[in-house]
Structure formats: structure tokens, C-alpha cells
């Protein structure tokens, strides 16, 4: 079965970094466009950054552009989220997701993303 496995998350502070990581297994990875997402608590889901499936294409929310990077490797099944510049607002739990998305401005939409992880928290103190 399909498995995306996201690792990296923990407690940092306003400033510092982190590299989120998402393991995928199960599917042809590199046929997937990946998403990042995220929910704090209280609130909606919340689209955070995209990548096609050749790694060619990457968007981004304006809340993050800038300060959040990311990035895939098909070799390692991979897709990474390289944050930076870490503001108490990005506290949250992280989703990657994967889906077989042919039009770019369908990567915010979550319904399009068919695969799921199981989240990792990142919490960001001042």
C-alpha cells in the first residue's frame, strides 16, 4: 500500500530552521506531484508549498515564499521542505500529500491530492 512518511519536525526557535523530509512508498513516486500542507490548531488546512513531478516546476504560498524551499529526489522516493527564517505562525502540523495533478493551478487545491502522511508537528517559539 501507498505510505508517505514525513520526519524532521520538533521545537525551534523565532529565526532558527528545519528540514521536513517525506518518505514515499508504494506508488510511482515520480509520476506524483507532492504537496506541503499544514493545520494549526483551530484552523483550516493550509496549502503551503507544491512540487510537479519532475521537480522542475515548485510553488508557494505567500506566507512562506521566500523563507520556505522545496525540493525532490525521485532516486530516494523524496520530497523535502526546507524552512527557514521560522516565525511563531508556522507553528502547525505539517502534511505532505501526492497527487497526479495536471494543471499547476490545482496544486493549492488539497481535494486533488489522493495520498496523504500522517503529519509531523513543527512548533516555532518566541
Known amino acids: 500500500q501507498v505510505q508517505l512518511v514525513e520526519s524532521g519536525g520538533g521545537l525551534v526557535q523565532v529565526g532558527g530552521s528545519l528540514r521536513l523530509s517525506c518518505a514515499a512508498s508504494?506508488?510511482?513516486?515520480?509520476?506524483?506531484?507532492m504537496g506541503w500542507f499544514r493545520q494549526a490548531p483551530g484552523k483550516e488546512r493550509e496549502f503551503v508549498a507544491a512540487i510537479g513531478w519532475s521537480g522542475g516546476s515548485t510553488y508557494y504560498s505567500d506566507s512562506v515564499k521566500g523563507r520556505f524551499t522545496t525540493s525532490r529526489d525521485n532516486a530516494k522516493n523524496t520530497v523535502y521542505l526546507q524552512m527557514n527564517s521560522l516565525k511563531p505562525e508556522d507553528t502547525a502540523v505539517y502534511y505532505c500529500?501526492?497527487?497526479?495533478?495536471?494543471?499547476?493551478?490545482?496544486?493549492?487545491?488539497?481535494?486533488?491530492?489522493?495520498?496523504w502522511g500522517q503529519g509531523t508537528q513543527v512548533t516555532v517559539s518566541s
Open positions: 500529500a501526492a497527487g497526479i495533478i495536471r494543471f499547476s493551478s490545482d496544486y493549492l487545491n488539497h481535494r486533488k491530492y489522493v495520498y
Open positions: 508504494g506508488l510511482t513516486f515520480s509520476r506524483y506531484t
